[in-house]
Every structure is written in structure tokens, then in C-alpha cells.
């Protein structure tokens, strides 16, 4: 079955009842737009991290991997812009009183083709107009005028609450990757070009949150900024380009359902800007983003911290700021994309069955291990199981057939599973199911690990 007739609601089902992710807060009714990942989740969602810090940090000897604190001084959100000017065009519809975002609106309205996000409040109010775009909620067409939101969550430092101990919760987390450019720099002795990267909760008050974890007012980002020179900076943000749509390519999604959407319309500093769409359930909508953003983030650094942010060329001794190109994609969006793409219904020739095809580097658990007949193989089976949770996150079910059993690997998508039997105990050997193809082979307990560990690697 092909995704695009599997629904939102659907994939939110099998989230909850599979353990990946539950409603925040469920026992008090929930709290809107937060979302905890559950025991198959929380190792979904770390081994698509993990990936991720492996082809961008491990594999790349020029990126460097930091981890900034959440809170930081106030005054980087007077630098970014963040205080004073960033703000999302919010309308609210006068009829039945939801607010929403004017550029969520006509993305949605125009299934992600038109950039709305660069439009001036001028240009969007006349799109909707123009377009009749009416309210998603009461499908009336009364809307207020646009007005600026400001999406930081605030909070306050200390005992007093009287406005001059202000903090904001960040919401990205590359302004650490700035501010600690240098110090990254002079610890490493990196040279232009190199990149500084991190994974870390960013926070944003959204108007118009929805849709399971595609847009939550707390979530992960993972970023990577490379520093650069001017002359090298646009090769650079191609080859991220690049990089980033094969890096979710690898990872399983379908080359139709990916495309990039470069945005004709951009920031008054920034060079270019594409986002990679993903055709979720709801339609076409932005996976991550890659943006050139010249010089503005340190220069802006510079004259409000009072600091030099210059970088010296050990070669030519001169001084300059780097460009910097940014690739930004959300861990838990991502993961919403893979649970996307990875659930499918089969029929089967008597049965049908739910199953997750997660790449195997990526699938919560690696293997499980089975035993056939409780009274008789549980022993071996438990050894079994105690060997290869050594090395990977491994499962242990010994109830109800194994056909049922086998299903419920297959909807947390575990690639293998293990049944021990009478073979087991008298000459070491196992059969070793693969979920995809639901092929069974014998291989030797000494050769499990190897064979597991060639099948998961990324
Ligand atoms: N530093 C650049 C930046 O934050 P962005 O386009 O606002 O750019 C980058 O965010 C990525 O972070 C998005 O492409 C998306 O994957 C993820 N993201 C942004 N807002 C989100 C939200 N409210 N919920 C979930 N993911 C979000």
C-alpha cells in the first residue's frame, strides 16, 4: 500500500499503540502540541540522530559537534533579530476567533508552491484575499489585519519577576553555533572552510501548531553551520543541497516523494534558500532547509557582543568574516517522515499484516529473539538474548504463536527476529527471520552478530 492513502490519524494510532509516541501530558487531557516518544520511539528517534551525527560529524573530518546551553544571553536575541523583528504574520478569523499564520495558510492553500514565508503582511493579506482563502476551521472569510507575533517563550531569571530578568527559551539552536564560533575555532585549529554542528530542543510559542510532530512548540533541530569564504560559499551550499537529500534518501525515503523547493523571495542578507519538501499525509510540506546567509549572523554577533569576530587566514594573514551556509532539519519531523514512509498495510495470502520497513540502522530494536516453545527453549533463548543486547537493542517475546509474534515485530519494525529451538540446544545453529521478505535462513549462534551487524550498518 502506497503511503499517500494512509492518513495523518492513522500513523498517530499506531504511534500510541505501538509505543512510539504518546499525547504529552495524556492523564491530565493533554497539553496541545507536545508529544512524548515512548520506549520504540525514544530509539527510533536516537538512532535517526545518531545517523545523522555520523554522516555529518563523524564522517566529515572539517565538522565539529558542540552542545550550547538552551538558555542564553538575552542580548543574542537583540542580535538575531529574534526580539525586535522576528515575528509570524498572525491573523485571527473573526468569525470563530482561531488564530492562525497568514504564510501557514497560503502554503497549505497552495499544497507548498508558493514561498510564502518571504512575502511582506501587504503581499499575503492581498494573496488571501485574492485567493479567497477562507478559514480551515469555520470556512468563514473574515479575517483580521496581519499582525506580528513574536513565537519565543519567555521566562525570567531570579526572584524577580518585574521584566528585567527576561530570558527566552532559544528557538533554534544555531545561535550557539555562532557565538561559540571561535571558540570552536581556536580549540581545533579548524580552517576556513569548516562546520560546527549540534542536536538540541529548540522551543517556538506557534500560532498554528498541528499535524502529530510536523510543527509542535517543542522540538529537536539538528543544525550545521559551515563557515566559508565568499568565494567558495555558493559550490558549498550546492554541495549541501546535495548532501541533504541523500542523506534522507539513505535513510529510506522515496525519491518521488522528496523535491526541492528553492524560494524566490529571500531575507534582505541572505544569498539563497531552498528547503527540501517531503509529501507527508498533508501534502507537500518542508522537511529541512538550506540557506546561505552570507555575513549577516556574526557581523550582527560582532557589533552587539562588542567582540571581534574575524577570522585570520593562516596563509594570507587576512582578516574577514565568514560566509555561512546553514542546513537545518528537524529530528522530530524527520521522524515523522520516516514513520511516514515506513508503515505500510500487506496483504498476505490468509492474513494481513502492519509493518514498519525502517532502514535496520535506524529500527528501535535489531533483533528479537523467540523462543519457539516457552518450556523448552527459554533457557537457551534467554542466553541467546543476553549475548546479542551486548550489542544491540534486542527484544525478548515468549508469548502467544510465533506468527503473532513475528507480527509484532514487524509493526515496531524490527528487522530480524531469532526463534530458538530444539536445533539451538543440540547444534548452536538459529533461524534468523528477515522482516522485509519474511525469508527464514539458519545460521550458527557464533555467526549471529556478524551477520546482524553487517545488515545495520549506515
Ligand atoms: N536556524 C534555522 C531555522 O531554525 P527553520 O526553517 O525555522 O530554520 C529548520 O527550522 C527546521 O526545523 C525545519 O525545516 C523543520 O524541520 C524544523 N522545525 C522548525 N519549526 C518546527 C516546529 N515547530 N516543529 C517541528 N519542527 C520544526
Not at 179 to 204: C, D, E, H, M, W
Not at 317 to 342: H, M, Q, V, W
Not at 433 to 442: C, G, H, Y
Amino acid at each position: 500500500m502506497d503511503n499517500k492513502n494512509i492518513s495523518m490519524d492513522k500513523i498517530v494510532n499506531v504511534c500510541k499503540t505501538q509505543g512510539f509516541v504518546f499525547q504529552g501530558s495524556e492523564i491530565y487531557g493533554g497539553f496541545a502540541n507536545t508529544w512524548d516518544f515512548g520506549p520504540v520511539g525514544v530509539e527510533l528517534k536516537n538512532n535517526i540522530k545518531r545517523a545523522w551525527w555520523k554522516r555529518f560529524v563523524q564522517e566529515d573530518p572539517s565538522t565539529y559537534g558542540i552542545d550550547a546551553a538552551i538558555l542564553m544571553n538575552p542580548k543574542v536575541w537583540e542580535a538575531s533579530g529574534h526580539v525586535s523583528s522576528f515575528g509570524d504574520p498572525k491573523m485571527d478569523c473573526k468569525k470563530c476567533k482561531q488564530r492562525f499564520r497568514a504564510d501557514t495558510l497560503i502554503e497549505s492553500f497552495s499544497n507548498g508552491e508558493v514561498a510564502a514565508e518571504a512575502m511582506s503582511n501587504e503581499e499575503l493579506e492581498k494573496y488571501i484575499q485574492d485567493n479567497h482563502i477562507v478559514c480551515p476551521s469555520c470556512k468563514g472569510f473574515d479575517w483580521t489585519n496581519i499582525r506580528k507575533f513574536n513565537p519565543m517563550f519567555k521566562t525570567t531569571r531570579g526572584t524577580l519577576e518585574d521584566g528585567a530578568d527576561v530570558v527566552y527559551l532559544r528557538p533554534e539552536t544555531c545561535q550557539g553555533e555562532y557565538t561559540n564560533y571561535l571558540n570552536v575555532q581556536r580549540t581545533t585549529r579548524a580552517k576556513v572552510p569548516f562546520a560546527i554542528a549540534q542536536i538540541g530542543k529548540s522551543f517556538r510559542n506557534e500560532i498554528t501548531p498541528g499535524n502529530f510532530l510536523f510543527r509542535t512548540i517543542e522540538f529537536e533541530q539538528m543544525e550545521l553551520q559551515k563557515f566559508c569564504k565568499e568565494q567558495e560559499s555558493m559550490d558549498i551550499y550546492a554541495d549541501y543541497k546535495s548532501k541533504a537529500l541523500e542523506f534522507v534518501q539513505d535513510l529510506g525515503l522515496s525519491k518521488d516523494k522528496l523535491r526541492y523547493h528553492d524560494h524566490d523571495k529571500l531575507a534582505h542578507y541572505a544569498k539563497a534558500a531552498c528547503d527540501i519538501q517531503y509529501k507527508f499525509p498533508i501534502g507537500w510540506e518542508e522537511l529541512n532547509g538550506i540557506h546561505h546567509r552570507g555575513v549577516w549572523d556574526l557581523s550582527r554577533h560582532s557589533e552587539f557582543s562588542g567582540k571581534a569576530l574575524d577570522y585570520q587566514d593562516p596563509e594570507t594573514n587576512e582578516k574577514f568574516i565568514p560566509n555561512i551556509i546553514e542546513y537545518s532539519i528537524g529530528a522530530d519531523r524527520l521522524t515523522l517522515a520516516i514513520l511516514c514512509e515506513a508503515y505500510d498495510e500487506e496483504q498476505l495470502e490468509n492474513d494481513t499484516r502492519e509493518v514498519m520497513h525502517f532502514h535496520p540502522a535506524i529500527a528501535p530494536y535489531k533483533v528479537s529473539v523467540l523462543p519457539l516453545v516457552k518450556k523448552f527453549h527459554t533457557e537457551k533463548a534467554k542466553e541467546v538474548y543476553k549475548m546479542l543486547s551486548k550489542e544491540f537493542m534486542t527484544s525478548y517475546d515468549e508469548t502467544g504463536s510465533i506468527g503473532k509474534r513475528y507480527r509484532r515485530q514487524d509493526v515496531i519494525g524490527t528487522p530480524y527476529c531469532i526463534t530458538v529451538d530444539d536445533n539451538t540446544i543440540n547444534d548452536g545453529t538459529v533461524t534468523i527471520r528477515d522482516r522485509d521478505t519474511m525469508e527464514q535462513i539458519t545460521l550458527k549462534l557464533e555467526d549471529v552478530v556478524d551477520y546482524i551487524s553487517k545488515k545495520i550498518k549506515f
